[in-house]
């Protein structure tokens, strides 16, 4: 399948770690990537590739996989943080970009 | 500066057709993999269509055979020909470029939202 699923929202307190989950089977084959995205703004590139930041991007954010689940783990997480988080891969069937259903961070 | 901006967004009725252009500054349109997303309203990203080297297009199957990706060196821009559309082709749309093997998306537009409605 070259779906990838990610829960819809997630919370984390003020100056803790979060680690937001993307899940499919074309992830045994191909990276993730990760982009943050504002309200009302476009996506935003975090990480790409096995463990890649965009210059610009600072490494509270870094980018894992274990079998058929890719996480993005944000460290210190700051209020400016609070928005929405997609992952995206390669379909493993038809090679063509796939996205997650995107996770609403809210910082408490 | 690298930019992308895209135009020709509105409202149209189902049925009706839409040309949605791209203008790229800063690089050159065809030396990179070019592709259309959409986010329909609340909704995640939703990938649409490339442009490879070579003109060779995709589409993911909801818009095969009505839409048609393109670019025009001429002027630099990325197009989108939008034919016959649905209420669920309502989104806002953007153009981006393909930053390498790992199908990412490392520039993007700020979007043209197209609304679908009687």
């Known amino acids: 399948s070259s779906e990838l699923t990610q829960d819809p929202a997630v919370s984390v307190a003020l100056g803790q770690t979060v680690r937001i989950t993307c899940q499919g089977d074309?992830?045994?084959?191909?990276?993730a990537n990760w982009y943050q995205q504002k309200p009302g703004q476009a996506p935003m590139l975090l990480i790409y590739?096995?463990?890649s930041r965009p210059p610009g991007i600072p490494d509270r954010f870094s980018g894992s996989v274990s079998g058929n689940t890719a996480s993005l783990t944000i460290i210190g997480a700051q209020a400016d943080d609070e928005a929405d988080y997609h992952c995206?891969?390669?379909?493993?069937?038809?090679?063509?970009?796939?996205f997650g259903g995107g996770t609403r961070l809210t910082v408490l | 500066e690298v930019q992308l901006v895209e135009t020709g967004g509105g409202l149209i009725q189902p049925g009706g057709s839409l040309r949605l252009s791209c203008e790229v500054s800063?690089?050159?349109?065809?030396?990179?993999?070019m592709h259309w997303v959409r986010q329909a309203p609340g909704k995640g990203l939703e990938w649409v269509s490339v442009?490879?080297?070579?003109?060779?297009?995709y589409y993911t199957a909801s818009v095969k055979g009505r839409f048609t990706i393109s670019r025009d060196i001429s002027k630099n821009t990325l197009f989108l020909q939008m034919n016959n559309l649905r209420a669920d082709d309502t989104a806002m749309y953007y153009c981006?470029?393909?930053?390498?093997?790992?199908?990412?998306?490392?520039?993007w537009g700020l979007g043209t939202l197209v609304t679908v409605s009687s």
């Open positions: 981006a470029k393909e930053g390498g093997n790992d199908t990412f998306f490392d520039l």
């Open positions: 995206n891969s390669r379909g493993d069937i038809s090679g063509n970009p796939v």
């Open positions: 442009i490879y080297s070579g003109d060779y297009t």
């Open positions: 800063g690089l050159r349109v065809n030396d990179y993999y």
């Open positions: 590739g096995k463990n």
């Open positions: 074309t992830l045994r084959t191909y990276y």
